[in-house]
T-cell receptor
Framework: QQQVKQSPQSLIVQKGGISIINCAYE??????FPWYQQFPGKGPALLIA?????SEKKEGRFTISFNKSAKQFSLHIMDSQPGDSATYFC????????????FGTGTKLQVIP | NAGVTQTPKFQVLKTGQSMTLQCAQD?????MYWYRQDPGMGLRLIYY???????DKGEVPNGYNVSRLNKREFSLRLESAAPSQTSVYFC??????????????FGPGTRLTVT
């Protein structure tokens, strides 16, 4: 059962452009939504995270937008750079008790010069 | 501080062979996890250990067993490898929400091929 749906599967963006990755979830008990970044040959690493009581969180060029009523959230990468080329995973978890994370299927981003 | 370490980095097995993937963390984390990563399917949870002495099945546990040896170490065993188990395996750990920290720290992965 895919509880977090992620799109697109792959994305090509020109340097300086905006990269947008979307996710939708089903379980309304989720209350913590992280994004992970994975470079080839490496393990994923936390990029940015948001709680549903906030509609937007920005860290540098990375912004999460959150729409609680639509059960959707998205990652925006402003001024995309070739160094941002990686696979991005959205995720969701219930923060109380044991935090089992449900991951999206990933988006492979390529930023071309 | 090495974080999460995994051994081996690469492994090729024949169908029916067994092996154990090792994972260790030096962050004093309570919870540890094993995932497999396949193209187009994201990260799928195989087994997890919420705390030392406990283990539970995740989304895709069939064909695998785990052992939480102590707080630092969490191993994954394939008793009789099958080609469907060809994948990249990641171990991860988390403090379990202490101080509001829900970050999962991942190891570098083990690339397993079963022929």
């Amino acid at each position: 059962q895919q509880q977090v749906k992620q799109s697109p599967q792959s994305l090509i963006v020109q340097k300086g452009g905006i990269s947008i990755i979307n996710c939708a979830y089903e379980n309304t008990a989720f209350d913590y939504f992280p994004w992970y970044q994975q470079f080839p040959g490496k393990g994923p690493a936390l990029l940015i995270a948001i709680r549903p009581d906030v509609s937007e969180k920005k860290e540098g060029r990375f912004t999460i937008s959150f729409n609680k009523s639509a059960k959707q959230f998205s990652l925006h990468i402003m001024d995309s750079q070739p160094g941002d080329s990686a696979t991005y995973f959205c995720a969701a978890l219930i923060s109380g008790g044991y935090q089992k994370v449900t991951f999206g299927t990933g988006t492979k981003l390529q930023v071309i010069p | 501080n090495a974080g999460v370490t995994q051994t081996p980095k690469f492994q090729v097995l024949k169908t029916g062979q067994s092996m154990t993937l090792q994972c260790a963390q030096d962050m004093n984390h309570n919870s540890m996890y094993w995932y497999r990563q396949d193209p187009g399917m994201g990260l799928r949870l195989i087994y997890y250990s919420a705390s030392e002495g406990t283990t539970d099945k995740g989304e895709v546990p069939n064909g695998y067993n785990v052992s939480r040896l102590n707080k630092r170490e969490f191993s994954l065993r394939l008793e009789s490898a099958a080609p469907s188990q060809t994948s990249v395996y990641f171990c991860a750990s988390t403090s379990g929400g202490l101080a509001g920290d829900y970050e999962q720290y991942f190891g570098p992965g083990t690339r397993l091929t079963v022929t």
